[in-house]
């Protein structure tokens, strides 16, 4: 809303493919098709419990959790859908009335005002699962693991390429980026 913020042209609903917008997410999509939003009357940050609508579509597999009533969900926001886009569905509310969640009348496109990301949010992986199985119809296929051997086979292939005699000094400040570098690299090279 401020004067000079960019505008984002897009058409959502042509994209062609399942969108879930988070937060701000949320709020955007409402945007574009047609929805205003505003400051809240009442900021929410932490702990919320959301409300699901008695008629919330079956269609919407973010919902097909078991006890959804109970959610306890993580909010973090100064703004909020004060009009609903004609073309979207209330899915969930919280205790101050605030739209938490909505669905697409006709399009796999929905958006949750919470953060689904975050441990605090009780169902939130439950909700990203469904929505990319679900919705998106993909199966798991990514395994940390890997990520461990491929980022440690990228470390030894440097190294060895240097030389067999090449020294490593890996700097290291106690941060998660470095820390997670320093064991890689000890995998891979050693002490």
Aim: proline content about 4%; aromatic content about 6%.
């Amino acid at each position: 809303y401020e004067k000079d913020s960019p505008k984002i042209d897009l058409d959502i609903e042509a994209l062609g493919v399942p969108v879930l917008g988070v937060c701000y997410g949320l709020q955007l999509i409402n945007h574009m098709l047609g929805g205003v939003v505003a400051p809240s009357k009442n900021r929410e940050y932490g702990f919320e419990k959301i409300i699901v609508e008695k008629n919330i579509s079956p269609l919407n597999p973010l919902y097909k959790i078991k006890d959804i009533e109970e959610n306890i969900v993580w909010m973090s926001h100064g703004d909020e859908i004060q009009e609903l886009s004609a073309k979207l569905s209330v899915d969930s509310v919280t205790r101050n009335n605030v739209i938490s969640s909505f669905h697409h009348k006709s399009l796999p496109i929905f958006g949750v005002q919470f953060h689904p990301e975050v441990e605090h949010s009780k169902y939130g992986r439950d909700i990203i699962k469904s929505f990319v199985e679900d919705i998106c119809k993909d199966k798991k296929h990514w395994d940390s693991s890997l990520q461990i051997e491929r980022a440690v086979e990228l470390i030894k292939d440097k190294v060895t390429a240097e030389g067999p005699d090449t020294q490593v000094i890996c700097a290291l400040s106690g941060g998660v980026d470095s820390c997670v570098a320093a064991v890689l690299t000890q995998k891979a090279v050693g002490d």
